[in-house]
Nanobody, 121 residues
Framework: QVQLVESGGGLVQPGGSLRLSCAASGSIASIYTMGWYRQAPGGQRELVAHIKTDGSTNYGDSVKDRFSISRDNAKNTVYLQMNSLKLEDTAVYYC???????????????WGQGTQVTVQG
C-alpha cells in the first residue's frame, strides 16, 4: 500500500503562486511515475504534469509555461510550482503515484485525497 499526503493548496489572487507537495509513504517501488491532475467543478480530470524516475517530465498545454514539476527521490516527494495563476486554474488538484517496470504500468495507481486551489480576484 502507498499513502499520498498532499499540502500547499489554498486561495490566491490572479498572477500569484502556490507550491504543492505530495509525499508518498508505504511500499514505495524503485521505479515510479508521480504527477498532478486537476478537476474543476463539473469538469473532467485532466493531466497537469507528471515526472518519471529519471526526471523526464510532461505538462498539459495549458500550464507548461507556468508550472514546474520536480521530485525528491530521497524523500519520495513530488512538487508542483505554480506561477502566474489564472482564474481557470481553480480546481481540486490530485497527486498520482504509478509504479512502473520495463516501461509498463504495474499495479493500479494511487491517488491523493485532493487539495483545493482557488484563484480569485
Amino acid at each position: 500500500q502507498v499513502q499520498l499526503v498532499e499540502s500547499g493548496g489554498g486561495l490566491v489572487q490572479p498572477g500569484g503562486s502556490l507550491r504543492l507537495s505530495c509525499a508518498a509513504s508505504g511500499s514505495i517501488a524503485s521505479i515510479y511515475t508521480m504527477g498532478w491532475y486537476r478537476q474543476a467543478p463539473g469538469g473532467q480530470r485532466e493531466l497537469v504534469a507528471h515526472i518519471k524516475t529519471d526526471g523526464s517530465t510532461n505538462y498539459g498545454d495549458s500550464v507548461k509555461d507556468r508550472f514546474s514539476i520536480s521530485r525528491d527521490n530521497a524523500k519520495n516527494t513530488v512538487y508542483l510550482q505554480m506561477n502566474s495563476l489564472k482564474l481557470e486554474d481553480t480546481a481540486v488538484y490530485y497527486c498520482n503515484y504509478q509504479r512502473m517496470g520495463r516501461g509498463l504500468r504495474i499495479e493500479s495507481p494511487y491517488w491523493g485525497q485532493g487539495t483545493q486551489v482557488t484563484v480569485q480576484g
